[in-house]
């Protein structure tokens, strides 16, 4: 038995595009493969996200409001959901979403670090995460961005920030 034809049965336009291309390997000039990708752009999924992009080029969390924190997250996790879809860096949201991100960037390659109303409390903030870094990294490399040469800065800035041994540190205050 094969599962073709149950991934081919799904209602996901998506899905179906990904089985198309990926396992039966049909080209961007087939009938079936022009009809999909129409049928992508309808989709709610997609639709749904677009509709929490803002005119800056962030996600808002559906809840609304927060720290630009909050937006880099959102603004990541939304990135890698549209790279899962098969968006790429030609897409419009995509472009303005990773240009959101990389205009975050700091001038060591970093992002902000996240900060919770409690932790500016503290006496001794964290002054480093990885995952500051890691979240938009990630996100950015899924979304076609890797090579660009604001995520190399990234790059360096993480590898630089590996304890001796290879590892990452969960945090340094």
Request: contains cysteine; charged residues 25%; glycine residues 10%.
């Amino acid at each position: 038995m094969t599962w073709l034809p149950l991934l081919l049965a799904d209602p996901s336009p998506h899905l179906r595009l990904m089985v198309l291309r990926e396992l039966l390997n049909r080209s961007g000039d087939d009938d079936e493969v022009q009809e999909l990708e129409d049928l992508c752009g309808q989709d709610p999924i997609v639709q749904d996200l677009l509709a929490f992009q803002d005119a800056d080029g962030s996600w808002r969390a559906r809840e609304g409001g927060g720290e630009s924190w909050q937006h880099i997250r959102t603004t990541a996790q939304a990135l890698i959901q549209l790279a899962y879809l098969g968006y790429g860096p030609d897409h419009g949201a995509v472009l303005r979403g990773a240009e959101y991100l990389f205009s975050q960037q700091e001038a060591d390659g970093s992002w902000p670090l996240p900060r919770s109303k409690g932790e500016r409390e503290m006496r001794e903030p964290y002054s480093m995460i990885p995952l500051q870094t890691g979240i938009p990294l990630r996100a950015l490399a899924a979304a076609g961005y890797a090579t660009d040469p604001r995520a190399e800065r990234a790059y360096k800035w993480l590898l630089a920030s590996r304890l001796p041994d290879g590892a990452w540190p969960t945090g340094i205050k």
